[in-house]
């Protein structure tokens, strides 16, 4: 079997341990805000809406809620704080896509791609609207996304890509030497301070109107056929018209979706600012978020101090599909990380990492959220979003809002929003199943990206695995 690049280049591991030695297993965007409290729920209470999850789906929500009708009583729970988990640690690239990408739309739903491609370019283009028009403090910069090839063969699957770059200009924007092509969407993606975005959307639900409850957990949904819906928490009931899921990776109050998603936990460095000299020595001058183009690829991206944000590669599922704190610190998959970083951008040598951490991603198997309701329409859920829900989940808020109406919109029609993924298989079929991806994705990026019979098999099925 063949090597890749990092394993063709990998650094001494003294380089290794002298980067990782003061490492602090903490999430850097959630040190780097200021975290209002806000108080938990103590008494029933009666609304017209409730938003169950306090990340950016839930926000988004609650917000699009607010923007649509001002006089409607919105309130928001979450069982501990607002963005404290994918919400508050991704790598904050908020991508225009809606489908994971171009070609899995394609595969997915080609009759409608095109639109579901400018639906996306609004979508990010309304975030951008709101980041100015409420003067939210996000770190908003729309420098776009740089896909990297760093193996031969990668750069033929960029090299018909809008925006291609040969050899020379992909290192004339980021000197690294394992970049051999890129192709650079320049206006598809933005990057944010993801707890920044988190705290300015409960700031903006708060200006709007809306009540936001932490530490209040939501055990059971109980409709009434007719009645309003009737939340039982930690702390007391609420009663509502509608009632909106936004708990993604956790499990789902709705029995029917249990098995729609798995928890993928996905492990991230953060180095120390880069000074002046370190950043002259990269270039990267137009600050575009960056990944590669394996099937266990790498993103990374400068924050608004220079440091650089390096995460992704492993992609570790646990037996039982549990969401523990237990699973974020896991030494060899930061280990993977430096060594990965140093291959990456080698003229970095002596540069530490002073955070470390991971999280959970709601994955589904067909790679993007999916949407329904239930309780005869009452309830509307929106989960799945397989690690690119920074952008999506205002789009998501949306469907939901208006699948809550009850009168059709182009986006309740579309067939991506109409159909459901495939469920994953429960244990311990789950758990087999998931590192034979895993183990066959990996043989894949050691044998010039090919497939083999089983991932094919699996692609045809529309049955997937990714972080």
Not at 384 to 400: K, N, P, S
Request: proline share 5%.
């Amino acid at each position: 079997m063949a090597t890749t690049v990092f394993e063709r280049r990998r650094p001494a591991e003294s380089v290794i341990d002298a980067a990782l030695r003061d490492t602090r297993h903490a999430v850097f965007w959630l040190e780097d805000v200021d975290r209002p409290e806000h108080p938990p729920l103590t008494a029933d209470t009666r609304a017209d809406l409730v938003v169950v999850g306090g990340g950016y789906t839930g926000l988004w929500t609650a917000v699009r809620a607010k923007e649509r009708d001002p006089e409607r009583r919105v309130v928001l729970l979450d069982a501990s704080r607002v963005a404290w988990a994918a919400s508050g640690r991704n790598g904050g690239f908020c991508e225009a896509s809606l489908t994971h990408g171009h070609d899995n739309g394609v595969n997915r739903w080609p009759e409608e791609i095109d639109r579901l491609d400018e639906l996306g370019r609004e979508n990010l283009d309304g975030i951008e609207r709101a980041v100015r028009t409420y003067d939210m403090r996000v770190d908003f910069e729309r420098t776009g996304q740089l896909a990297l090839a760093v193996e031969p063969h990668q750069v033929e699957w960029l090299r018909d890509e809008p925006g291609f770059l040969d050899e020379a200009a992909v290192q004339s924007e980021v000197h690294s030497p394992t970049y051999l092509a890129g192709a650079w969407d320049r206006d598809g993606c933005a990057l944010v301070h993801p707890a920044k975005l988190g705290m300015e959307l409960a700031r903006v639900a708060l200006d709007l109107g809306v009540e936001i409850h932490e530490h209040t957990i939501v055990r059971g949904i109980d409709a009434d056929r007719d009645g309003p819906v009737a939340l039982l928490t930690s702390g007391g009931t609420v009663r509502a018209d509608a009632v909106a899921l936004a708990t993604n990776v956790f499990p789902s109050l709705l029995r029917r979706n249990r098995l729609m998603t798995v928890p993928v936990y996905d492990y991230v460095l953060m180095t120390e600012p880069l000074t002046t000299e370190q950043l002259s020595s990269i270039g990267w001058s137009n600050r575009q978020g960056l990944a590669d183009s394996a099937n266990q690829f790498h993103y990374y991206r400068l924050t608004a101090d220079d440091r650089i944000l390096f995460g992704g590669y492993d992609a570790v599922y646990h037996f039982g599909g549990k969401v523990r704190p237990e699973y974020e610190d896991r030494p060899e998959s930061h280990r993977r990380l430096a060594s990965h970083f140093f291959t990456t951008f080698p003229q970095l040598e002596g540069i530490r990492f002073t955070h470390r951490w991971a999280g959970a991603i709601d994955s589904s198997s067909r790679f993007c959220a999916f949407f329904g309701t239930a309780r005869k329409g009452r309830v509307a859920y929106a989960t799945g979003f397989t690690g690119l829900g920074v952008g999506a989940a205002r789009f998501a808020a949306d469907v939901m809002l208006d699948l809550l109406s009850g009168r059709p919109t182009e986006r309740t029609e579309l067939r991506m929003v109409r159909e459901k993924p495939l469920p994953f298989p429960p244990e311990p079929a789950a758990s087999i199943g998931i590192n034979l991806v895993r183990a066959a994705m990996d043989r894949a990026d050691h044998n010039e990206g090919r497939r083999n019979l089983f991932l094919r098999t699996l692609d045809a099925l529309g049955m997937g695995f990714d972080s």
